[in-house]
């Protein structure tokens, strides 16, 4: 069996300043999860003693409080900044520039279109600098019809979706306003990701994407690999990985999200050659 790495895969820029951050202020808590790997916030946990909170009633019982990389909500930062709490903001560079783009289109009477998931907390912020009543979020351009969007429309969008997606919403919203302002936020990252794998599934009859089940990085991954090689797998960790997957293949290819460590991805590599020999 052989065994193919992405040739870009793996922790961003954004996640390994996150995961510096963490490390390098111990005794504090993170504002939800730093990433969406729960094994490595585990690792923060164990080796420097860096806490999860998921409310303000929680945040009461630390005195650093470190935002996620996908940040929190306009409001949710000022509150805690009320309460008194010394803020350390590891919010992806990537993510802060659609929050900037979003208040200050905002402030020039724009309604805000965002391409991504409304329940994401990446989008829940970058929602949250924009006027109540004109910033919508859409996954698809039928969700457009009926939108009262006025002349002017800004479009931003969640820094890990798909290129080919956001071009279909800002076509769509060309032929609907008059002014159409838009910005590419999908990270760079994601794009050389993304492209890796779809290249690297068209060689491979088994495909592996390793990282957080509750990630868009790593679901847009998966998609990716999905499409092409029909035998593709999205795992957490290698616990996951069966030699069942491995039975009559030559060859196994292995992609990340951003979130996930390379300490998890060499595990997976190590549990493959272990179950396909």
């Known amino acids: 069996m052989e065994i193919k790495l992405a040739k870009h895969y793996g922790f961003c820029y954004g996640v390994k300043r996150a995961i510096e951050i963490a490390e390098n202020h111990p005794?504090?808590?993170?504002?939800?999860?730093l990433i969406h790997n729960k094994?490595?916030?585990?690792?923060?946990?164990?080796?420097?003693?860096?806490?999860?909170?998921?409310?303000?009633?929680?945040?009461?019982?630390?005195?650093?409080?470190?935002?996620?990389?996908?940040?929190?909500?306009?409001?949710?930062?000022?509150?805690?900044?009320?309460?008194?709490?010394?803020?350390?903001?590891?919010?992806?560079?990537?993510?802060?520039?659609?929050?900037q783009i979003v208040d200050q289109m905002s402030k020039e009477d724009y309604t805000i279109v965002i391409f991504g998931d409304k329940n994401h907390p990446e989008i829940k912020g970058v929602a949250s600098f924009g006027k109540e009543g004109r910033v919508f979020t859409v996954l698809s351009?039928?969700?457009?019809?009926?939108?009262?969007?006025?002349?002017?429309?800004?479009?931003?969008?969640?820094?890990?979706?798909?290129?080919?997606?956001?071009?279909?919403?800002?076509?769509?919203?060309?032929?609907?306003v008059a002014e159409l302002r838009v910005f590419n936020t999908i990270c760079?990252?994601?794009?050389?990701?993304?492209?890796?794998?779809?290249?690297?599934?068209?060689?491979?009859d088994v495909m592996i994407i390793v990282g957080g089940k509750n990630?868009?990085?790593?679901?847009?991954l998966y998609s990716i690999a999905k499409?092409?090689?029909?035998?593709?797998?999205?795992?957490?960790?290698?616990?996951?990985?069966?030699?069942s997957w491995f039975e009559n293949k030559r060859c196994c290819g292995i992609s990340a999200g951003?979130?996930?460590?390379?300490?998890?991805?060499?595990?997976?590599?190590?549990?493959?050659?272990e179950l396909a020999g």
Request: glycine share 4%.
């Open 227 to 243: 499409e092409i090689c029909k035998d593709s797998y999205h795992i957490e960790n290698e616990s996951e990985v069966e030699k």
């Open 188 to 204: 760079n990252a994601t794009f050389e990701n993304q492209d890796a794998t779809r290249e690297l599934a068209k060689e491979c």
């Open 27 to 33: 005794n504090s808590a993170t504002f939800g999860p």
């Open 39 to 99: 094994d490595e916030i585990n690792r923060l946990k164990r080796e420097y003693n860096v806490g999860l909170i998921e409310s303000f009633e929680e945040a009461k019982d630390y005195d650093t409080i470190i935002i996620r990389t996908h940040g929190i909500t306009k409001d949710g930062y000022k509150r805690l900044k009320a309460d008194g709490k010394k803020i350390i903001n590891a919010t992806c560079p990537f993510v802060t520039k659609p929050q």
């Open 215 to 220: 990630s868009s990085n790593n679901k847009q």
């Open 258 to 273: 951003a979130s996930t460590p390379d300490w998890i991805i060499q595990n997976v590599v190590n549990r493959v050659k």
């Open 141 to 176: 351009e039928e969700e457009l019809i009926g939108l009262p969007l006025g002349p002017k429309v800004a479009a931003v969008a969640q820094t890990t979706r798909k290129p080919q997606e956001f071009k279909k919403i800002v076509a769509a919203l060309s032929v609907r």
